[in-house]
């Protein structure tokens, strides 16, 4: 028998491989017959350093990302899914997405973008996908190509570039 996926967290960061991760997730959770949960961490370490930090700042930061993820969930039924759910959550992005949603949750598959940082980031903080992908204790799926699974970086591409030659 082959592997039958029921719940597919899809990490959702605003990023262009997130939004790739989102697609191919649609498309999965749609040949499963799975639900699909959709997560936005809000990093609150992102609010440490702010010295005029107040409720208004998250406040805003959660209705942002509350529109968005209502955007994605509409997209997802209006490719056929009935089984959409989205959450927001506060924290450490890395141990959410790797480990406390899908205990809670019952995930058997993550999929997430390859990357959502600059190199910078990534260098300070650590890539959440690498967290991810070594300490999930489920199946993750790290999307690197689009729909027709050409390489996301090569679709972003000029035509004018002749840097391949």
């Known amino acids: ?97 790797a480990r406390d949603i899908p205990k809670a949750k019952n995930i058997d598959l993550i999929m997430i973008g390859a990357t959502g940082l600059n190199a910078v980031e990534r260098l300070l903080i650590g890539s959440v996908t690498e967290y991810v992908t070594r300490n999930a204790l489920c199946d993750v799926l790290v999307v690197r190509t689009d729909l027709a699974n050409k390489p996301a970086l090569a679709s972003t591409k000029k035509p004018t570039d002749n840097s391949d030659k």
């Open 1 to 97: 028998m082959l592997q039958q996926y029921q719940h597919i967290l899809v990490a959702i960061d605003g990023s262009y491989e997130a939004e790739l991760a989102f697609k191919k997730a649609v498309a999965v959770a749609k040949r499963n017959d799975a639900e699909l949960i959709l997560i936005h961490i809000v990093d609150t370490r992102a609010f440490q350093n702010v010295s005029s930090f107040d409720s208004a700042m998250v406040e805003q930061v959660t209705e942002n990302a509350k529109s968005t993820m209502e955007g994605y969930v509409d997209q997802a039924k209006k490719a056929g899914l009935d089984k959409v759910s989205f959450s927001i959550e506060y924290g450490a992005p890395k141990t959410i997405i």
